[in-house]
């Protein structure tokens, strides 16, 4: 009797799932083109029951792997261990990508419901004790494999990952390890859903036209345009979305409502309400550390920079300390700067940081008569994507075609098949520019199908630039366009992978690496030569002048000592969060007021993400992490340095480019592959001349 019960129980649950998998789009085959996921037919509703499902599968190939009566072998348990979970990398992929453009309530709830049981499923696998067993047998023995480089990457990286999961843990510790990674997402989910709120939720509405003095015709109908569609007919909205933000603090000469705007921009999830991110983000970082103390580490940042490139702290603090002192001499010279001509003005209020955008503007245009107005026509959107192309076709071959049969999720997205010089297939990438209520903030790369062997990369990329308005099409500033070059640089680390393991594909690096192959294509994207083949005019279609480059190029150092001064205050927020050694809360607003003052930052800058909205440390990856832009920095600066030595296209070292940086994944030491594009390892000397600072 008990026997037909179980065969009973088994026949209902494959019955079940069949149900299920017969109508979500997520558990059937992808009949599309090149096996993209078939976006227009998912709903909110599909992605709990894939996931169980998902789930489900994944604890059976664990379970095979584990209860495999054969010595423990790479080919059984660690290429088994990489292989396993495909179809729930495949459900969860196409979640993470839409959910950060889709972000509605519905999406939101999906998203606190699958938290707590995807934490725990990858607990069972990570805290699993006899498929570490497995895995470290196999590890023990690897001097006596005969594996290539890859394999023996892969097995040293996945044992590795064992450890610092929690593998050699007691039951005890294993246990409240669990209790903190789910407590860890949930806050960090919550987070995030704060902080779009927040910056949804406020609006400066002006209703007397004499408040847009100073404004051009360009931002003022873009503003009646926002206004519009939030239900203020016949006014004008702004918002603290950076594309209607800045603009605004640039050009506006109303000072008040200058300091209205700024001051709700940095004080979000500041606000005692239900959206405040204070006693959040206070607890995260307990959590962290606490959590750091149970893996054997002093700090969270000892914990995380013991597995990057920096190995330490205090090598992250070397490195921040050595570029402050030059930054804030530079800061400090810029304030003079514009504190002259607010005098010359016949004002006498001391420059504040809400001044900054307006003034620095006023100095730029005075010492190098460059005017962001005069910039923007050159780079329409559609010009800087295309020219981003040509410099991934110069360099290596690669054309983009666009796709009108792949399903897209919004009316917005572009998708492009990339190919090789040769014809054949590369890759698929969605473009996404612009913002929407729906999407969270800032520019990044995601993947809805990573490259592995006999797998072709699906990737997306994501921005909140500047919209057309009325006739006039999407008009980039200069730094909207760099930052367009840097996310399809990451997008290329992805289509141009050669990897055979999945879990070592693409962007799967080291965290201060991750962000060389963004930042090198920042390089071409501000080249004059380069310029002169993508920027052009959008009415007339002339390639911009050379007058404009060279005001463009002589102005290059300009406002350096408070664009990278903001950057290294958050860096050095991040870090002093995360070097904490005691799990004890803290209030945000005085633990961030001693760390600014132990730096000596200047009153006339905040860091670039205050704690209550730093979303890259608190909802995202980067915790004990956001020095890795100026540590990548290093790194682009001085590999692009080949290029300007032998040629801007020369094929030879584009093509050891992609051989030992784009194509490798995280194959190989991140520094031996610098070291063998380079030969030789990276010297600083680069990114002070770049940046002035030297």
């Given at each position: 009797?008990?026997?037909?019960?179980?065969?009973?129980?088994?026949?209902?649950?494959?019955?079940?799932?069949?149900?299920?998998?017969?109508?979500?789009?997520?558990?059937?085959?992808?009949?599309?083109?090149?096996?993209?996921?078939?976006?227009?037919?998912?709903?909110?509703?599909?992605?709990?029951?894939?996931?169980?499902?998902?789930?489900?599968?994944?604890?059976?190939?664990?379970?095979?792997?584990?209860?495999?009566?054969?010595?423990?072998?790479?080919?059984?348990?660690?290429?088994?261990?990489?292989?396993?979970?495909?179809?729930?990398?495949?459900?969860?992929?196409?979640?993470?990508?839409?959910?950060?453009?889709?972000?509605?309530?519905?999406?939101?709830?999906?998203?606190?419901?699958?938290?707590?049981?995807?934490?725990?499923?990858?607990?069972?696998?990570?805290?699993?004790?006899?498929?570490?067993?497995?895995?470290?047998?196999?590890?023990?023995?690897?001097?006596?494999?005969?594996?290539?480089?890859?394999?023996?990457?892969?097995?040293?990286?996945?044992?590795?990952?064992?450890?610092?999961?929690?593998?050699?843990?007691?039951?005890?510790?294993?246990?409240?390890?669990?209790?903190?990674?789910?407590?860890?997402?949930?806050?960090?989910?919550?987070?995030?859903?704060?902080?779009?709120?927040?910056?949804?939720?406020?609006?400066?509405?002006?209703?007397?036209?004499?408040?847009?003095?100073?404004?051009?015709?360009?931002?003022?109908?873009?503003?009646?345009?926002?206004?519009?569609?939030?239900?203020?007919?016949?006014?004008?909205?702004?918002?603290?979305?950076?594309?209607?933000?800045?603009?605004?603090?640039?050009?506006?000469?109303?000072?008040?409502?200058?300091?209205?705007?700024?001051?709700?921009?940095?004080?979000?999830?500041?606000?005692?309400?239900?959206?405040?991110?204070?006693?959040?983000?206070?607890?995260?970082?307990?959590?962290?550390?606490?959590?750091?103390?149970?893996?054997?580490?002093?700090?969270h940042a000892d914990f995380i920079i013991s597995n990057n490139?920096?190995?330490?702290?205090?090598?992250?603090?070397?490195?921040?300390?050595?570029?402050?002192?030059?930054?804030?001499?530079?800061?400090?010279?810029?304030?003079?700067?514009?504190?002259?001509?607010?005098?010359?003005?016949?004002?006498?209020?001391?420059?504040?940081?809400?001044?900054?955008?307006?003034?620095?503007?006023?100095?730029?245009?005075?010492?190098?008569?460059?005017?962001?107005?005069?910039?923007?026509?050159?780079?329409?959107?559609?010009?800087?994507?295309?020219?981003?192309?040509?410099?991934?076709?110069?360099?290596?071959?690669?054309?983009?075609?666009?796709?009108?049969?792949?399903?897209?999720?919004?009316?917005?997205?572009?998708?492009?098949?990339?190919?090789?010089?040769?014809?054949?297939?590369?890759?698929?990438?969605?473009?996404?520019?612009?913002?929407?209520?729906?999407?969270?903030?800032?520019?990044?790369?995601?993947?809805?199908?990573?490259?592995?062997?006999?797998?072709?990369?699906?990737?997306?990329?994501?921005?909140?630039?500047?919209?057309?308005?009325?006739?006039?099409?999407?008009?980039?500033?200069?730094?909207?366009?760099?930052?367009?070059?840097?996310?399809?640089?990451?997008?290329?680390?992805?289509?141009?992978?050669?990897?055979?393991?999945?879990?070592?594909?693409?962007?799967?690096?080291?965290?201060?690496?991750?962000?060389?192959?963004?930042?090198?294509?920042?390089?071409?994207?501000?080249?004059?030569?380069?310029?002169?083949?993508?920027?052009?005019?959008?009415?007339?279609?002339?390639?911009?002048?050379?007058?404009?480059?060279?005001?463009?190029?002589?102005?290059?150092?300009?406002?350096?000592?408070?664009?990278?001064?903001?950057?290294?205050?958050?860096?050095?927020?991040?870090?002093?969060?995360?070097?904490?050694?005691?799990?004890?809360?803290?209030?945000?607003?005085?633990?961030?007021?001693?760390?600014?003052?132990r730096i000596k930052l200047i009153d006339e800058i905040i860091?670039?993400?205050?704690?209550?909205?730093?979303?890259?440390?608190?909802?995202?990856?980067?915790?004990?992490?956001?020095?890795?832009?100026?540590?990548?920095?290093?790194?682009?600066?001085?590999?692009?340095?080949?290029?300007?030595?032998?040629?801007?296209?020369?094929?030879?070292?584009?093509?050891?480019?992609?051989?030992?940086?784009?194509?490798?994944?995280?194959?190989?030491?991140?520094?031996?592959?610098?070291?063998?594009?380079?030969?030789?390892?990276?010297?600083?000397?680069?990114?002070?001349?770049?940046?002035?600072?030297?």
């Amino acid at each position: 009797m008990t026997r037909w019960i179980i065969i009973t129980g088994m026949i209902s649950l494959l019955l079940a799932g069949c149900s299920q998998q017969s109508g979500n789009p997520l558990l059937q085959e992808w009949k599309t083109p090149f096996g993209v996921p078939p976006v227009d037919k998912i709903e909110v509703g599909h992605y709990v029951p894939a996931y169980k499902v998902a789930m489900a599968e994944h604890k059976t190939e664990i379970d095979n792997i584990v209860n495999n009566t054969e010595a423990p072998t790479f080919q059984n348990t660690i290429e088994a261990l990489d292989a396993a979970g495909g179809l729930l990398s495949k459900v969860s992929n196409v979640f993470g990508v839409l959910n950060s453009v889709i972000t509605t309530d519905e999406m939101q709830a999906t998203a606190r419901t699958l938290s707590p049981l995807t934490t725990k499923h990858y607990d069972d696998i990570k805290l699993n004790s006899d498929l570490f067993k497995r895995v470290k047998a196999v590890y023990e023995q690897k001097e006596s494999l005969d594996l290539n480089g890859e394999q023996m990457r892969l097995l040293e990286e996945r044992y590795k990952n064992f450890i610092r999961g929690g593998a050699n843990l007691s039951d005890d510790k294993k246990a409240e390890l669990r209790i903190i990674n789910e407590k860890v997402g949930m806050l960090s989910l919550e987070f995030g859903e704060n902080l779009l709120k927040e910056t949804n939720a406020f609006e400066l509405v002006i209703d007397n036209k004499e408040d847009l003095d100073g404004l051009t015709e360009g931002i003022i109908q873009g503003a009646a345009e926002t206004a519009t569609t939030r239900g203020h007919e016949g006014k004008w909205v702004f918002t603290t979305h950076r594309p209607s933000m800045y603009p605004f603090l640039t050009y506006s000469t109303k000072r008040n409502l200058r300091e209205i705007l700024y001051k709700a921009y940095i004080n979000r999830g500041n606000n005692n309400n239900e959206a405040d991110n204070n006693a959040i983000l206070s607890e995260l970082a307990a959590l962290r550390v606490k959590r750091a103390n149970i893996m054997g580490f002093n700090s969270h940042a000892d914990f995380i920079i013991s597995n990057n490139m920096a190995q330490t702290p205090k090598a992250v603090y070397d490195l921040l300390g050595d570029l402050w002192k030059p930054t804030m001499k530079m800061a400090k010279r810029e304030v003079k700067a514009m504190q002259k001509i607010i005098k010359s003005e016949g004002h006498s209020f001391k420059l504040q940081s809400w001044d900054w955008w307006n003034y620095a503007e006023k100095v730029k245009k005075a010492k190098y008569d460059l005017d962001e107005a005069e910039i923007r026509p050159y780079f329409k959107l559609e010009y800087v994507r295309e020219g981003a192309f040509m410099v991934a076709n110069k360099l290596w071959g690669l054309t983009f075609t666009e796709r009108h049969d792949i399903p897209v999720y919004h009316e917005e997205v572009k998708v492009f098949e990339v190919k090789e010089a040769d014809g054949s297939h590369v890759g698929i990438l969605y473009t996404d520019y612009f913002p929407r209520a729906t999407k969270r903030g800032g520019a990044w790369m995601n993947s809805f199908r990573k490259q592995h062997k006999g797998v072709t990369p699906v990737i997306t990329n994501n921005g909140n630039f500047t919209r057309p308005v009325g006739d006039t099409p999407s008009l980039l500033s200069f730094d909207e366009a760099t930052t367009l070059f840097h996310e399809f640089g990451h997008a290329l680390h992805g289509l141009l992978s050669k990897c055979t393991y999945n879990s070592l594909s693409g962007t799967s690096v080291k965290r201060d690496f991750v962000e060389l192959p963004s930042q090198i294509m920042e390089n071409w994207a501000s080249h004059p030569e380069v310029m002169k083949l993508y920027a052009k005019h959008y009415e007339t279609g002339e390639a911009i002048p050379q007058e404009l480059i060279n005001k463009i190029e002589k102005a290059s150092h300009f406002n350096q000592g408070f664009i990278t001064g903001e950057y290294l205050a958050a860096s050095f927020l991040d870090m002093d969060w995360h070097s904490m050694t005691e799990s004890i809360e803290h209030d945000p607003t005085i633990f961030e007021n001693k760390a600014m003052k132990r730096i000596k930052l200047i009153d006339e800058i905040i860091p670039r993400y205050r704690s209550t909205y730093f979303s890259h440390i608190f909802a995202g990856g980067y915790s004990a992490g956001y020095y890795v832009y100026i540590w990548a920095a290093v790194l682009d600066t001085d590999a692009f340095g080949a290029f300007e030595e032998k040629g801007l296209f020369d094929q030879a070292t584009a093509a050891s480019l992609r051989e030992n940086i784009f194509s490798k994944g995280n194959s190989k030491d991140p520094m031996e592959l610098f070291k063998t594009f380079r030969g030789r390892e990276p010297k600083v000397d680069f990114l002070l001349a770049k940046r002035g600072l030297k």
